[in-house]
């Protein structure tokens, strides 16, 4: 049985929200090993997250891969359309409308726009960004047996999978990554409980120029109506030929093998001559499970291991890397001392609640899809058909366009209610799937504008702590810059005269987390800065105990 040295952070998953936590802790200084079970990392056409939101972006941007994201091979020229009908060459129900990525605008309260990259171009952008870096050891073929902790770090019992070598490994923090099955949860005993949404049947298809097929024209996703409600979507992986094709679904897991996917295929399509090729089926569970607790002791969990979401909206991967950002200044923090205990129930009290709201948007996304009102006669003729088929299309366009803009469920997130957020009083914002209202009421993001040198105030953040100080006449007071050299924290003092952040702020002073949150805003500093510091970084008493 083989041991070895003490590690920093053990990551386990090497997924892209374990790869995303690895990158993160490296460009911070921070050295990582991440252990996969499988041999590599994946690149096989599944049916997985392929959305990245705005937020999503921004921190991809920070990460240093957002280019490399956009050029993944997702073509820019795709309509982000989604058509309602009962068949591709059946009737037409309705069009939900969205540009393509060429024709999108920037929205006004982001640098970045949402985009598609699908997990089998995604996971190797970011291995390869992480194996660039050389900050991280990533070893495949092993799994977790188990795993112990005690005051000063956590022992995990590995097994290679070749050849059944055990072997035990000491960490300072332990992270799972690992999936909904995670092992890392189950050794943990955290419970992970919610709403079972049944069994999806998918199969890869490929489909060369599909809208040869059909008249409805290219659109990145086609929902199919019956009586019964929606029965089944195609949704392009590549914006070129390769589609998923889900089947909603069934209470009780089949196989899959059993299944006449060619006779589902032609009733989706609505034709028997098209020309396609099915890659592979699977089936898989749709759930809205979150876990009891995200960390225990010196172990946390992040993205799938700690909760799963329907894929109605494509919330799962983003709310897993927003784990990530949460998560990795934090570890930091923990390990240069500069961080108190207080961050580690800081990070469940923070992320727990989003997962819930985001997986609980998806599962109401979910719910108008298989809802089976006013369509009893969707598949008729005549004029009364027609006008159920009118209603329909305008309720699924209204009911759902907050599903695939969603702007203000991806911002609008906020941990006012964490003990290392400084409250100020102020009400907060609406929140409401489809609208962002910025704001910068500690505990919710920081708020992008763009400045005259071309860069967002997002692009402040992202190192360690950052004191905005607005105006010409911002309060010029060393007493907090010399409390934070005290306690090594990192501090930047940035001084702004420009009218729109000055606007966007609200305050003369605002103190923003590593992961771009407010953590603190006035228009003087208090009086006792080291409270206010001890307070942010989780060494108050109030941080450790909440």
């Not at 920037?106 to 952008?125: I, T, Y």
């Not at 909760?307 to 998560?327: A, C, E, I, K, R």
């Not at 923003?512 to 208090?526: E, H, I, N, Y």
């Amino acid at each position: 049985m083989a041991t070895s040295n003490v590690l920093n952070v053990l990551i386990a998953g090497a997924g892209p929200v374990g790869l995303a936590l690895a990158l993160d802790l490296g460009r911070r200084g921070v050295h990582s090993t991440i252990i996969e079970r499988g041999p590599g990392t994946r690149t096989e056409i599944l049916a997985k997250a392929s959305v990245l939101n705005e937020r999503s972006m921004e921190f991809l941007r920070l990460l240093g891969v957002r280019d490399e994201v956009a050029r993944a091979g997702f073509p820019d020229d795709v309509s982000g359309d989604t058509v309602f009908c009962t068949s591709l060459n059946g009737k037409f129900i309705g069009r939900l409308r969205m540009p393509s990525t060429q024709d999108r605008e920037l929205p006004k309260q982001s640098s970045e726009m949402l985009r598609r990259c699908p997990q089998f171009l995604f996971d190797p952008v970011l291995a390869h960004a992480v194996v660039r870096q050389g900050m991280t050891d990533i070893r495949y073929g092993i799994e977790l047996v188990g795993c112990e902790q005690d005051e000063t770090g956590v022992t995990c019992f590995l097994k290679h999978v070749k050849d059944d070598t055990k072997e035990n490994v000491r960490a300072r923090y332990f992270v799972g990554c690992d999936g909904p099955s995670s092992a890392v949860r189950k050794a943990l005993g955290i419970s992970f409980d919610g709403r079972d949404l049944g069994y999806t049947l998918s199969a890869i298809v490929r489909i060369d120029n599909l809208t040869d097929y059909h008249p409805l024209g290219m659109a990145e996703r086609y929902m199919f109506i019956s009586p019964e409600g929606t029965w089944a979507n195609f949704t392009t992986l590549d914006g070129r030929s390769l589609w998923r094709f889900s089947v909603m679904g069934t209470s009780e897991k089949i196989d899959p093998a059993s299944i006449d996917m060619d006779a589902l295929v032609q009733k989706a399509v609505g034709r028997d001559d098209i020309k396609y090729q099915i890659k592979r089926v699977l089936q898989w569970r749709r759930s809205q499970f979150t876990a009891e607790k995200y960390c225990k002791g010196r172990v946390f969990l992040a993205g799938d291991s700690a909760h799963t979401m329907s894929p109605t909206g494509g919330h799962g991967l983003n709310t897993g890397l927003s784990d990530v950002m949460g998560l990795s200044w934090a570890l930091q923090a923990l390990l240069e001392g500069w961080g108190g205990p207080g961050l580690i129930e800081a990070y469940n009290t923070e992320r727990r609640p989003v997962a819930i709201r985001n997986g609980s948007g998806s599962t109401r996304n979910f719910s108008i899809w298989v809802d089976r009102q006013g369509r009893e006669k969707v598949l008729d003729e005549g004029a009364e058909a027609d006008e159920q088929r009118h209603v329909l299309g305008e309720k699924m366009v209204a009911s759902l366009s907050q599903e695939f803009q969603a702007l203000g469920l991806a911002f609008g997130y906020n941990y006012s209610d964490s003990p290392i957020i400084v409250p100020d009083g102020s009400p907060a914002p609406p929140d409401e799937p489809a609208i962002y209202v910025q704001t910068a009421r500690p505990g919710h993001r920081a708020p992008h504008c763009w400045l005259k040198n071309g860069c967002s105030t997002i692009d402040l953040f992202g190192g360690g702590f950052v004191l905005l100080c607005f105006g010409t006449e911002a309060p010029s007071d060393g007493r907090i810059v010399e409390a934070a050299r005290k306690v090594r924290l990192p501090l930047e003092v940035i001084t702004m005269t420009e009218a729109e952040p000055t606007r966007l702020y609200e305050r003369r002073l605002v103190l923003v987390r590593p992961d771009g949150m407010v953590a603190w805003r006035g228009d003087s500093l208090p009086g006792n800065v080291e409270e206010l510091l001890d307070r942010v970084r989780g060494m108050s008493p109030a941080a450790s105990s909440e």
